[in-house]
């Protein structure tokens, strides 16, 4: 065995060791309640591994995956690399063994006492046909028969007369007769058979509701301790499987041409030819600047860094991103369905932590007065729950600037007010709104938002903004107030 195992798994470095021992304890969280032995369920887990083909990241989780596809094809015994006995640790592994050698003793058992069976009917048989004349044994057939018959006739005929009895008893008294003695008791020469076979009914109606009784106890358990599982494993996976998606997501973002020589090489170059003055070289390459970033935007108008991320999905309105936390995400803009991508991610495909999404009356083609963006304050940390670290001045100080760049434009934003606001009641109508301004052509009412701001504002920020300048507003949910709401914000530079 090598330096750096995993079963039968030898790794080259240590660095893919320690990925191998990260994917083990992941296939481990996976296959936690999960029969390997059915078909069925090992299909499940191949089903939903082919889904995420990140979520590995060494050639552990490849083998495990060739392992997982050969159990949901009926192999019981794979042929592949993937150390099978790293499945199951401490108690599990153990009560796997356990469980191995009681099948292979009861297998043995059964085999046996199978031969033993067959040896002795072969016996038994070979015995009576020695022992018994085919006449004879015919007879006795017939005769057991013959009064089976005669009882059932028996059977028959005492309650016809009984009948009869009944009926002539009702007509002389003009009394109803119910078969019961002076005690009160029900008399028991009449009907003997059909006594007891009401008897016996009842008493197999009452197994058979225990059995069932039984078998519901055990399904709800079995359910109460998968739903268990799932609320204690599926949050921590489906969030993993989420971030590994953003990651995938900002790699996808392009970097634009840069010139061949920077602008302030560019201007001494031109002063140093002595055809212009200083002035005229900083506005010839401000000009050149500006033409060559102009280069960076596709035949569409969109910039080309967001081009291939707007191919997969035209419903990307921008990218937002906070330089030393966790925010680097798209945004999203559905008009006909506002919260769509609330439970949804990138692919349109169910995401536990959705993908921040825009106001469906904003628009970024001719930009409205405020881009108002949504997003979940996740319990892992993820969304916009970085943003309520804004309460505190220290962090605001060393974050004074969030860069939001629509697919049409770039763009930077200074913070004018961070606030903790409620949802108000339908009936309250003085309310103020934060979420209802979006655009407007009125100064007054520009310019009453930003007042509203800066008073409800944490702390003053010193940064203020004038009507026409593009605001943007962060909102994601507050759980220390009743529909409480934490909002962020910002100008345009």
Known sequence: MGKWNIGRMEFATKEDYKAGCRDLKRIQTLVAG???ED???AAELYEMLEKQPFLFESELGVAFR?????KAGGIRHPRGVFPEECLFTGKAAKKKKAKQKREEKSDGREAMRSEQMKLRDRDIGRQKKEEEPALYRDFSSVRAKTARENKERQNFQRGREVGTRRREIEQNSNISWDFRNDSGEEAEEYYP?????????????GKKKHRWLRFLCILSGLGLILFALYQIFSYDILSYISERKMEELASCILTPI?????????IAD??????????????????????TAAESVTEDGILYRYSVLYERNPEMAGWISLEGTVINYPVMLTPADEEYYLKKGFDKKYDINGIPFMDARCNVEKPTSNFLIYGHNMKNGSMFSALLSYEQESFYKDHPVIRFDTVYARGEYEIVGVFRAQVPYASDKEAYRYYSFIDTQDEEEYNTYIRYVKEQSFYETGITAEYGTQLLTLSTCDRSVEAGRFVVVARKK
Request: charged share 45%; proline share 2%; net charge negative.
């Open 258 to 266: 840069e010139p061949e020589v920077s602008e302030a090489h560019r």
């Open 39 to 41: 078909r069925g369920e």
């Open 66 to 70: 060739a392992y997982i596809d050969d």
């Open 193 to 205: 058979y059909n006594k007891e076979k009401k008897r016996g009914d009842k008493s197999g109606r």
């Open 270 to 291: 031109l002063i140093a030819s002595g055809l212009y003055t200083e002035e005229e070289a900083i506005e010839i390459a401000k000009k050149e600047g500006q033409e």
């Open 34 to 36: 999960v029969e390997l």
